[in-house]
């Protein structure tokens, strides 16, 4: 078990985040003092419309960024690498998010790209889901074994020796999550997980992100997704924190929503707006 996690009790703090700010290295500012924290074992979508900052605060959860001082406060290129261990904004069970913890990090929170092959790289399914327990110290026949384990667990066994840029979206999304989830960790953090995705693979998505056992981060415009999986939602919107409560509180107000460029999800719309619907597709001609 890792330090990070016998850290932990029912109430543990999974994540902390202290004003955090961000710009990229162009000066677009992504995120400017976002703070919050997330409980062992909470559920907590993040909502908000392009470019609100979602996927640059996932990557600060496990230390992609900020990566270097010069992304953070300049552009000058001599500067120390890594200046955040200094400073750090972002804890993960109590443990700062800096260059000298990063394994440990990593080890704590598993990120699923919104992309498969921004993940994917290995020339076989089982090697690229082995990658990760081998990295972290497992033998050659332990990471295969726990590879193995893990494909099963997304519904895929028998994809072991294909090749993965050959799957289709949703495979090729199915094997990152089971290379995530091969590293077993305590916090996993999925960004727009079910984008393009087809309505059947979306729903075995869904299935399979809820039954993980673990805090999770979830990035999405899926609100019923949200709806499905999370007690709780944070709404971000030109890198900053709008709202930040109860999913039914937040997804149901309409001016709020309206505010960030988002909708009521359907679900949650008065029953008129949905009768009006219904009768629009029953007057629908279907071909058999
Ligand atoms: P979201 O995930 O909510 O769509 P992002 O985190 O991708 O938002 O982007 C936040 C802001 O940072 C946007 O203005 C986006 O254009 C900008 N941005 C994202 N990635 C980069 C990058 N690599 N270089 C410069 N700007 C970026």
Redesign the pocket.
Known sequence: MSEASTQTDEHAIAIDVRDLMFH???G?V?LCGVSFRIAQGESVAII??????????LLHLNGILPGRRRYLHTHDETAPLHEHDENPRVWVFGLPVTEANLPRVRQTVGLLFQDPDDQLFCPTVLEDVAFGPRNLGLTDEEAIQVARECLEAVGLRGYEARIPHHLSFGERKRVCLAGVLACRPQIIAL?EPTSNLDPRARRQFIALIEKLDCTKVI?THDLELVLEICSRVIL?DQ?RIYADGPTLEILSNEHLMEEHGLEVPLSLRPRGLSDQVDDGRAGARVAS
């Open positions: 990229y290295p162009d677009r992504a908000g419309p392009n470019g609100a900052g979602k996927s640059t605060l960004d990035a971000l890198g």
